[in-house]
């Protein structure tokens, strides 16, 4: 029975551990969204500034260049931590199946144990009716 104890709190500990990985993963695809947006609004006021909206112009901004280049890395960034966040998950729904399966099988074990408690009490009190 203490095995089974251990191996559950082993489990809950993963399962919160695959949790705390997929909130810092979410954390990071939201950040990394918002400095996008930001590189989005830079490079549009470049344009806007320099009147050349067209990247391929000679004349294009080197800001709003680099600024493209970055928001492109961004994306690239983005669709990694989204494939991450699949696999995470995934492994964290494998967990938590295992940390049931893990649960009704210590419960299962309690059961006859709080029968068995059961039945003593059951003896005393017909016992003391007698």
Excluded: C, W
């Amino acid at each position: 029975m203490r095995s089974r104890d251990t191996l559950l709190r082993l489990q809950r500990f993963r399962v919160e551990e695959r949790q705390r990985q997929l909130v810092d993963i979410e954390a990071m695809i939201a950040e990394f969204q918002r400095k996008e947006e930001e590189l989005t609004h830079q490079i549009e006021a470049e344009e806007a500034r320099s009147g050349i909206d067209d990247p391929g112009h000679f004349s294009y901004p080197t800001a709003a260049k680099a600024a493209l280049a970055r928001r492109e890395n961004l994306r690239k960034s983005i669709d990694e931590l989204q494939g991450q966040i699949d696999d995470a998950r995934a492994a964290l729904a494998a967990d938590e199946a295992e940390l049931r399966k893990l649960e009704l099988l210590v419960e299962r074990d309690g059961t006859p144990a709080r029968g068995k408690e059961q039945a003593a009490g059951d003896r005393i009190a017909q016992g003391m009716s007698h």
